[in-house]
């Protein structure tokens, strides 16, 4: 039964408690979307932790076909800030399988191993527990899709940053520019019409910035670019 089918067993867990499990089939015949193979997730009310489906339906149980071209999104929720970590529980694999666990929140990759565990901590920030913060990737396939997004090349300075941040940028037309800094929630802490450019350079005071992470984005035309920048 199965046992015998590839699959992971995903485990949320702070140090003595066990909050809740995601379960993933291989199976080929099954559907990326919801079907009569997978389970909904009823949620809890104080902490969730799921897989979503390609129609956006939140499971518990999920089978679909997995390969090293897959992308399988993780979604968390949780009402108070804390630590947790993601403890593989069971990792029933095929030998050629290169799948990691991915923090998109902070660009960490975990091996899908037996009893391998990710530690992480949530705040009252929605983008520490959100849908968008796990995912299962190859680091392989992460890379080609970086390579397929924007072609506005932004470089920021200096990392971390205490009194200024200097923004450079490359489009490949001019275009309407503008610099956007943001909170990680997506907040606008300041906006900065550039007009018509192709290349050039920003300075952003952010002397009174509270420490933290923070978002700098770049739109050129209908070319977006957004890096993370932390103030210190």
């Given at each position: 039964e199965m046992d015998d089918t590839h699959h992971l067993e995903l485990r949320l867990e702070t140090d003595s408690i066990f909050w809740d499990r995601i379960l993933l089939f291989s199976i080929d015949s099954a559907k990326t979307g919801f079907d009569k193979n997978d389970a909904e997730k009823f949620l809890n009310n104080e902490v969730n932790f799921y897989s979503i489906s390609r129609d956006k339906k939140l499971l518990s149980t999920d089978a679909r076909p997995i390969s090293n071209e897959s992308v399988i999104t993780l979604g968390l929720q949780t009402k108070e800030p804390g630590t947790f970590r993601i403890r593989v529980m069971k990792a029933y694999l095929a030998s050629s399988n290169k799948l990691m666990l991915h923090d998109r929140l902070l660009n960490t990759w975990m091996h899908l191993e037996n009893d391998s565990s990710y530690s992480f901590s949530t705040t009252n920030d929605t983008t520490s527990k959100s849908n968008d913060r796990f995912e299962i990737i190859s680091q392989k396939k992460f890379a080609e899709t970086l390579i397929n997004t924007p072609a506005i090349r932004i470089k920021i300075t200096p990392v971390p940053a205490r009194n200024?941040?200097?923004?450079?940028?490359?489009?490949?037309?001019?275009?309407?520019?503008?610099?956007?800094?943001?909170?990680?929630?997506?907040?606008?802490?300041?906006?900065?019409?550039?007009?018509?450019?192709?290349?050039?350079?920003?300075?952003?005071?952010?002397?009174?910035?509270?420490?933290?992470?923070?978002?700098?984005?770049?739109?050129?035309g209908n070319q977006i670019n957004t890096q993370k920048i932390i103030k210190d």
């Open positions: 200024y941040i200097m923004v450079r940028y490359h489009s490949p037309e001019t275009a309407n520019t503008t610099v956007r800094l943001l909170t990680l929630s997506g907040s606008t802490v300041k906006n900065i019409p550039l007009g018509m450019q192709k290349e050039g350079q920003v300075s952003i005071p952010v002397g009174e910035l509270i420490r933290g992470i923070y978002l700098i984005e770049l739109t050129a």
